[in-house]
């Protein structure tokens, strides 16, 4: 592994951490980097100690908190959040027992087991002329979502997520901050954003009691083995608001290159999605799917916009970023696309 992101690695917090744990000295081994974190650097690695005489090993990850300033939840609030999603039933990587907001000794990440599979968006899009994993990769998704989505916050210790005032329901909120990002950055206006933010405004759903949103639902963000979905993983985004948000992310366009005639993560479609989710327990709004899809373009092209900005002023040239600035365009024609048809 380069010296750099040996560095980045706390091998020796890590390693007291898992040994207070364990209750048994540790030494962590085969410590590799993963592919697909573009903003949180992730590594594999295994944890050997011994338990009753016997040797064992450990697979597991580590993933580095969020950077200050970011949009995240603290990593761990984001732990909790999955330890509650783990025992609600939601597909998700066991965590280590113990956060670290109760061991300040702990490492600043979330360290959770290693799930085996595939997570890059063009190798599971590859596999969609499989008729028979695509339809149940669908309905995998679609009862996660569901299963997320009936998750009791307050049953279950979640209050301290971020959530909507009383009587907005999320829209409200999600706008003014997408907006102010907006407004702040130095490239000037674009029509068309000026065009969703007003639609937006006027199309504000009514608020109804807010529930667990898990907040990048999409492709990357899961996992799949050779019995189909084995894992949602990357809840930073998590919060209370509304469910239909995490179905009009998960439509995004550019989630689902050469796959446009496939709406729901390039693999489904929106009724058969519905059909799966309601079978699950879930209820969708369409209405409310839809304003989150455009909700969900904005904020992706503002996103975009805010890329682009870092590459030109050199804040962070690398490839990644540069790609994703130039992507602007295919959100906006998206954004028109989902406003004529409303």
């Known amino acids: 592994m380069p010296s750099g992101e040996t560095e980045a690695f706390p091998l020796d917090a890590i390693r007291s951490f898992l040994g207070r744990l364990f209750g ?22 295994e944890a050997v100690y011994e338990e009753s005489g016997q040797a064992r090993r450990a697979a597991l990850v580590y ?12 990593a761990h609030l984001e ?64 009862q996660a979502a569901a299963r997320i989505h009936s998750l009791p916050p307050g049953e279950l210790g979640l209050d301290e997520l971020p959530q909507p005032a009383k009587g907005d329901g999320g829209a409200s909120h999600q706008l003014e901050t997408w907006e102010r990002l907006y407004r702040e950055q130095p490239l000037g206006e674009r029509p068309v954003l000026e065009l969703a933010l007003r639609w937006l405004r ?17 492709l990357g963000n899961f996992i799949v083995g050779e019995g189909g979905l084995a894992a949602v993983i990357d809840f930073e985004g998590a919060h209370l608001g509304d469910p239909m948000e995490d179905l009009g992310w998960l439509c ?25 989710y309601e079978r699950a327990g879930g209820a969708i709004d369409w209405g409310r799917w839809h304003y989150w899809e455009v909700m969900g373009n904005l904020k992706w092209a ?16 690398d490839l990644p970023t540069l790609a994703v600035g130039r992507r602007l365009a295919e959100a906006e024609w998206e954004i028109l696309q989902l406003l004529e048809s409303a």
């Open 79 to 142: 732990q909790r959040v999955m330890w509650a999603a783990k025992n609600w039933g939601v597909p998700v990587p066991s965590i280590v027992p113990l956060a670290p907001d109760r061991d300040p000794d702990a490492p600043p990440g979330i360290i959770m087991e290693f799930v085996q599979g595939e997570s890059l968006p063009r190798r599971l899009l590859a596999r969609a002329s499989d008729e028979g994993w695509r339809a149940r990769f669908v309905s995998d998704l679609a």
């Open 202 to 218: 006027i199309h504000r759903p009514p608020p109804q009691e807010p529930r667990l949103v898990h907040g990048d639902f999409r």
């Open 302 to 317: 503002v996103f975009c916009l805010l890329q682009a900005h870092r590459a030109l002023t050199a804040l962070r040239s």
């Open 24 to 45: 048994a000295p540790v030494q962590i081994e085969d410590v590799v980097p993963l592919v697909g974190g573009a903003y949180r650097k992730a590594w594999r690695f």
């Open 63 to 74: 993933r580095e908190p969020p950077s200050p300033g970011t949009l995240s939840i603290p």
């Open 252 to 276: 995004l366009r550019s989630w689902r290159p050469g796959r446009e005639g496939w709406p729901v993560a390039g693999l489904g479609s929106k009724e058969e999605f519905a059909r799966e």
